[in-house]
């Protein structure tokens, strides 16, 4: 399968700790993207990079997200100090930066803050 | 700003037609229609792009209307696994950032 993949697909931790997840985009791929999307709303853009490069970083998030995309291959999201509203589905998507392409998602990794 | 769906819920019966409409406050270059079935990641349906009018595939069409800065996902003779959350998702700028609308959440039954 060359779809979008992401780990873990399920994340239970306790408030004020740190958690990382992971997106393996399309390989050909050279956009990333990462939404958050909470129960009965449409997914909200967080960031998203071309190649290595994070173009844009929603004000919505605060200074604890932080993301990385190293090699402009697969991309981490990290959390730090971690609070209950966080919890979410974080979704990862990535599309062939062409002007006409969509994005395809990956399966999401939901989080629980307790 | 987000784009707004309508209607946010509709309940049909199997092989009934559906109209779901996204309108935006401001200009688009694109428009993205998504699936999404509970507790799954949203699954692509189609694009449109400024200066295309509609596209469809089976019994899946979506329109485009520039002016009006809308577009519209028609549904036809719906089947079961017509049954999930539709969102759209806008690009204003070309630059292929989304802004989703709020859903609308479509039910068939037999």
């Known amino acids: 399968d060359t779809g979008v993949s992401q780990d873990p697909r399920h994340k239970i931790t306790k408030r004020g700790q740190n958690v990382t997840f992971r997106c393996d985009p399309i390989s050909e791929h050279n956009r990333l993207y990462w939404y958050r999307q909470t129960l009965g709303q449409g997914p909200e853009f967080l960031t998203y990079?071309?190649?290595?490069?994070?173009?844009?970083k929603s004000r919505l998030l605060s200074d604890r997200f932080s993301a990385e995309r190293p090699k402009g291959s697969f991309s981490t999201l990290e959390i730090q100090r971690t609070e209950q509203g966080d919890s979410a589905m974080y979704l990862c998507?990535?599309?062939?930066?062409?002007?006409?392409?969509?994005?395809?998602f990956g399966p999401g990794t939901r989080l629980l803050v307790l | 700003q987000q784009p707004v769906q309508s209607p946010q819920a509709v309940i049909l019966r199997e092989g009934e037609d559906a109209v779901i409409n996204c309108s935006s406050s401001?200009?688009?270059?694109?428009v993205h229609w998504y699936r999404q079935k509970h507790g799954e990641a949203p699954v692509f349906l189609m694009i449109?792009?400024?200066?295309?009018e509609q596209k469809g595939h089976d019994k899946i069409s979506a329109s485009f209307n520039e002016k009006k800065q809308q577009s519209s996902l028609y549904l036809t003779a719906s089947q079961l696994s017509y049954s999930g959350t539709y969102f759209c998702g806008t690009d204003n700028f070309g630059n292929e950032k989304l802004t989703f609308g709020t859903g609308t959440r479509l039910t068939i039954i037999p």
């Open positions: 990079f071309q190649n290595e490069a994070q173009l844009e």
């Open positions: 401001k200009a688009l270059y694109s």
């Open positions: 449109l792009l400024k200066g295309g």
């Open positions: 998507a990535s599309s062939l930066a062409a002007g006409k392409e969509t994005q395809y």
